[in-house]
């Protein structure tokens, strides 16, 4: 998504503003699309758009909340979300995971990924050197489709993963999930 301004020199506040709505707009596209926590960090914004901007702004918008001296310039960050319990394994079996219990199983995944192509994810298709497949960035899983549709991010003990596959374990445990890997 672009903003255009038409006017010849838009004023500073105008340009600011713009820039911390589509910034706004970004983070909360990329939640949504990975289910992680992206936020503004509040240090250094005053380095990129300067103290005297966010004066014009705090004086032009007094509902603003915000904090000249407590806000400093955007940082994107990424919360980390890194499991601290046991990860599954071959010789693990199952194991309880952030989600719940999981399983693995090894199956040939051209029907899944051929699936997700029609659902419009041309992520690549890949291994990892631990044996786990992988669609783009996620771990593939297969989860119970009336909890997580297909496309739905998930944690595991292996990392995020996306739902793409379903199975008969998904009506006797809804919650399980089922991680695909090459063990």
């Given at each position: ?13 105008l340009r600011v ?6 910034i ?5 596209c990329l939640t949504?699309m990975t ?7 509040e240090?250094?914004?005053l380095?990129?758009v300067?103290e ?6 705090v ?11 407590a806000a400093?310039a955007?940082v994107?960050?990424?919360?980390e979300?890194r499991w601290?319990g ?5 010789s693990s079996?199952?194991v309880?995971g952030?989600?719940?219990?999981e399983?693995y199983y ?10 997700m192509?029609?659902m419009g994810?041309?992520?690549?298709y890949?291994?990892r ?11 593939m899983?297969?989860?119970?489709l009336?909890?997580?549709p297909?496309g739905s991010l998930?944690?595991?003990s292996?990392?995020t ?5 379903t199975?008969?374990?998904a009506s006797r ?11």
């Amino acid at each position: 998504m672009s903003v255009s301004v038409t006017h010849k020199k838009p004023n500073r506040l105008l340009r600011v503003l713009t820039w911390i709505i589509i910034i706004e707009m970004e983070l909360i596209c990329l939640t949504l699309m990975t289910g992680r926590v992206y936020s503004l960090s509040e240090e250094q914004v005053l380095s990129s758009v300067g103290e005297s901007a966010l004066v014009s702004i705090v004086s032009a918008v007094p509902s603003l909340s915000m904090s000249v001296d407590a806000a400093k310039a955007p940082v994107i960050y990424e919360e980390e979300h890194r499991w601290k319990g046991p990860v599954l394994s071959k010789s693990s079996g199952t194991v309880t995971g952030p989600s719940g219990k999981e399983t693995y199983y090894n199956l040939n995944m051209t029907g899944v990924v051929n699936i997700m192509r029609r659902m419009g994810n041309n992520d690549e298709y890949w291994v990892r050197d631990d044996g786990v497949k992988m669609l783009g960035d996620y771990i593939m899983v297969a989860a119970n489709l009336n909890l997580r549709p297909r496309g739905s991010l998930v944690e595991t003990s292996l990392g995020t993963a996306i739902v793409c596959d379903t199975g008969g374990f998904a009506s006797r445990n809804p919650t399980q999930i089922d991680v695909a890997v090459t063990w």
